[in-house]
């Protein structure tokens, strides 16, 4: 009864147009120049953007429609991801998610008792298997499989999303065989000379395109999902990395039916589905600035983990392969001239040096005749060659980088490359002292979307428990502000927002959280125990912390005793 209360309360508190105040916070954010700058109340106009930033000199003004205290917490703007895959994040909250498995006996568990537990699907699907935390040493089969589930087909995709598993019965409905090939971009995996389980890259479509598609109320099941997740987490903006023509209906449909908190940067998941959704150029900001598709996802190359992404020479671990090169290079710059053409803006998947290097030259040929505001953009960027790297700052591409990377991969890439290929691996702060541009996100749901983790590796470069004491390669840690700045400021202009969100400065969306933590000054392990209290967008409350509210509830209750 009490927390209705507090909610309707909160509801009732906030009119639809109002000019509000939050006060009593420890205010940080940063401006056009990454200077920072503290305040203690913030002014919300009518219309939810950012009137006035105050101290606690500052006179308030006399007409206010609502008052908010923040209690002493540390406000900062809405923390922006730069790179995740939000109808990825709201399935895995609505099937299995293997990400916390250790090891495959306890994968197996975990699919058997799932299996059990949802008798009426027809497929088992899930993801975030990965057998490099396993320890497996190699990769997992379909008989490991058939040994948890194999009276219904199951299929399960790598925590990277660059690779899927298959039990044999899915294989048997897929038609593979010992006598079925790769496909172009992709591998069938074999043991015996018979297909294996595992497909990689684009051999996942082999027994993908067999796994029933979601229906439209479950697509918007999933938005709900991941929304709730994100705008808990902190996150107020993400872009949207290979938005598809269904992704973007269910968007609409938030958007239209009035319950679309997030906002959502679309970026088309290839040509074709960039000219379906938004025809001749982008489209414009709808819903008061929560969507837009402004942009185009190509993948060049694989991942590292599956041995996909394209190296200039090969794999320390498995001589003779240099992995997956998608797009041939003419067919790279006629797609990006493509976009480029009616104002979309290129985001391009680059994993391996290789495939580092080709992005960039084809940007600095194609910079001559799209000269611009073009603000091209690298996903990943994770191994680049050093002799490269200088490039990155000449036409201000934008290295979109997710640090939490970093540290999961940190070993497995030690092995993939050996140590003298490492020198431009993860290398941030060598790419901002080129004059680079970094954007920071999560790759969500490759990894969690805690950007409070994510801000904690990209100063330390050290895992959760603290590893590698002193950082790994910490000479391209980053400053505080620097990575304050990858998941606000620099993520905002990696996708032509910043004139909208990522600061709080007058003339912004009054998009911020409230937090327990001050993120200039904690400790690496208190920020990566933060605990979002409040999340506001458009200067209005969509997500308050339970627990907190039951708290200072309790704390009220004494007070007046
Ligand atoms: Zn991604």
């Given at each position: 009864?009490?927390?209705?209360?507090?909610?309707?309360?909160?509801?009732?508190?906030?009119?639809?147009?109002?000019?509000?105040?939050?006060?009593?916070?420890?205010?940080?954010?940063?401006?056009?120049?990454?200077?920072?700058?503290?305040?203690?109340?913030?002014?919300?106009?009518?219309?939810?953007?950012?009137t006035e930033?105050l101290?606690?000199?500052?006179?308030l003004?006399?007409?206010?429609?609502?008052?908010?205290?923040?209690?002493?917490?540390?406000?900062?703007?809405?923390?922006?991801?730069?790179?995740?895959?939000?109808?990825?994040?709201g399935?895995q909250?609505?099937?299995?998610?293997?990400?916390?498995?250790?090891?495959?006996?306890?994968?197996?568990?975990?699919?058997?008792?799932?299996?059990?537990?949802?008798?009426?699907?027809?497929?088992?699907?899930g993801?975030?298997?990965?057998?490099?935390?396993?320890?497996?040493?190699?990769?997992?089969?379909?008989?490991?499989?058939d040994?948890?589930?194999?009276?219904?087909?199951?299929?399960?995709?790598?925590?990277?999303?660059?690779?899927?598993?298959?039990?044999?019965?899915?294989?048997?409905?897929?038609?593979?065989?010992?006598?079925?090939?790769?496909?172009?971009?992709?591998?069938?995996?074999?043991?015996?000379?018979?297909?294996?389980?595992?497909?990689?890259?684009?051999?996942?479509?082999?027994?993908?395109?067999?796994?029933?598609?979601?229906?439209?109320?479950?697509?918007?099941?999933?938005?709900?999902?991941?929304?709730?997740?994100?705008?808990?987490?902190?996150?107020?903006?993400?872009?949207?990395?290979?938005?598809?023509?269904?992704?973007?209906?269910?968007?609409?449909?938030?958007?239209?039916?009035?319950?679309?908190?997030?906002?959502?940067?679309?970026?088309?998941?290839?040509?074709?589905n960039?000219i379906?959704?938004?025809?001749?150029?982008?489209?414009?900001?709808?819903?008061?600035?929560?969507?837009?598709?402004?942009?185009?996802?190509?993948?060049?190359?694989?991942?590292?983990?599956?041995r996909?992404?394209?190296?200039?020479?090969?794999?320390?671990?498995a001589?003779g392969?240099?992995?997956?090169?998608?797009?041939?290079?003419?067919?790279?710059?006629?797609?990006?001239?493509?976009?480029?053409?009616?104002?979309?803006?290129?985001?391009?998947?680059?994993?391996?040096?290789?495939?580092?290097?080709?992005?960039?030259?084809?940007?600095?040929?194609?910079?001559?005749?799209?000269?611009?505001?073009?603000?091209?953009?690298?996903?990943?960027?994770?191994?680049?060659?050093?002799?490269?790297?200088?490039?990155?700052?000449?036409?201000?591409?934008?290295?979109?980088m997710?640090?939490?990377?970093?540290?999961?991969?940190?070993?497995?890439?030690?092995?993939?490359?050996?140590?003298?290929?490492?020198?431009?691996?993860?290398?941030?702060?060598?790419?901002?002292?080129?004059g680079?541009?970094?954007?920071?996100?999560?790759?969500?749901?490759?990894?969690?979307?805690?950007?409070?983790?994510?801000?904690?590796?990209a100063?330390?470069?050290?895992?959760?428990?603290?590893?590698?004491?002193?950082?790994?390669?910490?000479?391209?840690?980053?400053?505080?502000?620097?990575?304050?700045?990858g998941?606000?400021?620099?993520?905002?202009?990696?996708?032509?927002?910043?004139?909208?969100?990522?600061?709080?400065?007058?003339?912004?969306?009054?998009?911020?959280?409230?937090?327990?933590v001050?993120?200039?000054?904690?400790?690496?392990?208190?920020?990566?125990?933060?605990?979002?209290?409040?999340?506001?967008?458009?200067?209005?409350?969509?997500?308050?912390?339970?627990?907190?509210?039951?708290?200072?509830?309790?704390?009220?209750?004494?007070?007046?005793?």
């Amino acid at each position: 009864m009490k927390k209705f209360f507090a909610l309707a309360m909160l509801a009732v508190s906030v009119p639809a147009f109002a000019d509000g105040l939050v006060e009593n916070v420890n205010g940080i954010t940063l401006d056009k120049d990454g200077k920072v700058i503290r305040f203690n109340a913030i002014l919300v106009g009518k219309d939810g953007k950012v009137t006035e930033l105050l101290t606690k000199k500052d006179k308030l003004p006399r007409q206010l429609d609502f008052r908010h205290d923040g209690r002493g917490a540390t406000m900062l703007p809405g923390l922006i991801d730069a790179h995740g895959h939000v109808m990825g994040l709201g399935f895995q909250q609505l099937t299995l998610d293997l990400s916390a498995t250790n090891s495959l006996a306890e994968a197996q568990t975990a699919i058997r008792e799932y299996a059990a537990k949802n008798p009426e699907r027809r497929w088992i699907i899930g993801r975030g298997w990965n057998q490099e935390k396993w320890g497996l040493g190699r990769f997992p089969t379909a008989a490991d499989l058939d040994a948890a589930v194999s009276d219904r087909p199951v299929w399960l995709e790598r925590v990277d999303g660059h690779a899927g598993w298959a039990n044999s019965r899915a294989m048997q409905i897929a038609g593979v065989t010992a006598a079925s090939k790769s496909p172009p971009g992709g591998r069938i995996e074999l043991s015996a000379g018979k297909p294996s389980g595992i497909f990689v890259d684009a051999a996942s479509e082999l027994v993908g395109k067999f796994v029933p598609a979601p229906k439209p109320a479950e697509r918007d099941l999933a938005l709900g999902e991941a929304q709730k997740k994100l705008l808990s987490q902190g996150i107020t903006a993400i872009a949207d990395m290979g938005t598809s023509m269904d992704d973007w209906q269910s968007y609409r449909r938030a958007g239209d039916g009035g319950w679309l908190s997030i906002r959502i940067f679309g970026y088309a998941g290839g040509i074709d589905n960039m000219i379906a959704i938004a025809g001749p150029r982008p489209t414009p900001w709808l819903y008061d600035d929560k969507l837009r598709l402004g942009g185009v996802k190509l993948y060049l190359d694989g991942a590292l983990g599956s041995r996909g992404a394209w190296l200039k020479k090969p794999y320390a671990d498995a001589p003779g392969q240099i992995g997956l090169q998608f797009l041939a290079t003419a067919e790279i710059r006629n797609l990006m001239v493509r976009a480029s053409m009616d104002g979309f803006q290129t985001a391009v998947h680059a994993i391996g040096d290789a495939a580092n290097a080709e992005v960039i030259s084809a940007v600095e040929e194609l910079a001559v005749s799209y000269n611009g505001d073009q603000r091209w953009r690298i996903e990943h960027v994770q191994i680049v060659d050093p002799v490269d790297l200088q490039k990155l700052g000449k036409h201000g591409i934008i290295s979109s980088m997710q640090p939490v990377h970093q540290t999961s991969d940190r070993t497995m890439a030690e092995a993939r490359l050996g140590t003298e290929r490492l020198t431009g691996a993860y290398a941030w702060q060598s790419i901002a002292k080129a004059g680079g541009k970094l954007a920071f996100g999560s790759d969500v749901p490759v990894e969690s979307a805690d950007p409070f983790a994510g801000l904690a590796t990209a100063m330390t470069r050290e895992d959760a428990a603290g590893q590698p004491f002193g950082g790994w390669r910490p000479e391209e840690r980053v400053s505080r502000e620097q990575a304050l700045a990858g998941f606000t400021t620099g993520a905002a202009y990696a996708a032509f927002a910043e004139t909208k969100v990522g600061s709080l400065t007058p003339g912004h969306h009054a998009d911020f959280i409230l937090i327990d933590v001050d993120p200039l000054l904690a400790s690496p392990s208190d920020l990566r125990k933060a605990v979002v209290k409040e999340t506001w967008v458009g200067g209005r409350p969509v997500y308050k912390n339970a627990a907190v509210i039951a708290a200072s509830e309790n704390k009220k209750d004494g007070e007046t005793r």
